[in-house]
């Protein structure tokens, strides 16, 4: 009889315990799950930084390694161009992608020289190819900004859903950027326009694939991610003396916080060129239906144009 209670007794004990093993398993595939995922979209994401891999390196290498010939805005330049040409040459930029990065170089080159003749910040080194005291390379900077979102855009399958009209949006991204040359002179009113941005962008998310599985997330917290990675590479770019901000003339100290609100309204000027970009390239007869922000699943599809045929059921919210 005590042979037969202890048989029960073991029997209980195993179907207690093969619940929790269950578990526990289910929980280990979970955790192996997330870090595959996480490593993946890592990986993804360097990949797409490839041109600002590059600037930083640039900036390293010729502040620690004087270059002959040139000065060092002049070599940062040559880099710079010989980036862009390799990056179109080797076909991981198209030409209609240069084209919208070529236009977010001229758009940050006047702001960096309005800003540089404010005195927001300077370029104190010598440089033969300077437009009133900005050197050419730092519209690259701005430029590597929508490299990024071009390669992350291909990369991740990008899909945009309940996009807001374009008659709402273009004008609050040229209200964002005329913002940025009034408040010198009128009202700084980046908060009201942060809080617009909320309101138009309220229902609009982003969706992105990771290694086979999509995922969605609100375009605003795309673009504080976004934003305040930008801000983290200031910091960086400010270390290695890309340029500088009055309180940093004597030592190099991190960037006032208050930049991150400025990148993240900048965040949408060049999202809003980039997504432009990739609508006019898709050419879908649901072309009306997205702008509009009509229909069960409105989207901004991929550079070529195809359905990517990812039902809601296999979405996960972030």
């Not at 040409?85 to 006047?110: C, N, P, Q, Y």
């Not at 991150?260 to 809003?272: A, E, G, Q």
Request: proline share 5%; glycine share 6%; with cysteine.
């Amino acid at each position: 009889m005590m042979r037969g209670a202890e048989k029960r007794t073991a029997a209980m004990r195993r179907a207690v315990k093969r619940p929790t093993d269950k578990r526990e398993v289910a929980i280990r595939r979970a955790l192996t799950r997330l870090l595959a995922q996480l490593t993946h979209f890592g990986i993804q994401q360097a990949l797409s930084c490839v041109f600002p891999v590059v600037i930083f390196a640039s900036l390293a290498l010729t502040r620690y390694i004087p270059l002959p010939l040139l000065p060092r805005y002049d070599w940062l330049l040559v880099i710079c161009l010989l980036m862009q040409w390799w990056m179109l040459r080797s076909g991981l930029e198209t030409k209609d992608e240069m084209k919208v990065i070529a236009l977010f170089h001229l758009i940050g080159l006047a702001l960096e020289i309005f800003k540089v003749h404010m005195g927001s910040w300077s370029y104190p080194e010598p440089g033969y190819f300077k437009i009133f005291g900005v050197p050419l390379y730092s519209g690259f900077m701005y430029a590597s900004v929508a490299s990024y979102m071009c390669q992350a855009w291909r990369r991740l399958r990008l899909e945009l859903v309940k996009w807001p009209p374009f008659p709402l949006v273009v004008p609050l991204a040229a209200a964002i950027y005329l913002n940025f040359f009034t408040h010198h002179y009128w009202v700084d009113i980046r908060w009201w326009l942060t809080g617009l941005v909320f309101i138009v962008f309220w229902r609009s998310r982003v969706l992105f694939e990771v290694n086979g599985s999509r995922y969605r997330m609100p375009v605003a917290l795309s673009f504080v991610l976004i934003g305040f990675f930008i801000w983290v590479a200031e910091n960086i770019a400010t270390f290695f003396g890309a340029w500088q901000y009055p309180d940093q003339a004597g030592a190099w100290r991190l960037v006032h916080t208050g930049k991150l609100s400025s990148w993240f309204l900048l965040v949408i000027v060049s999202f809003l060129i980039v997504a432009t970009l990739k609508l006019v390239k898709g050419r879908r007869p649901r072309t009306a239906q997205t702008l509009s922000g009509e229909g069960p699943m409105q989207t901004m599809q991929g550079e070529n144009g195809e359905r990517n045929g990812y039902g809601r059921g296999t979405e996960l919210e972030i």
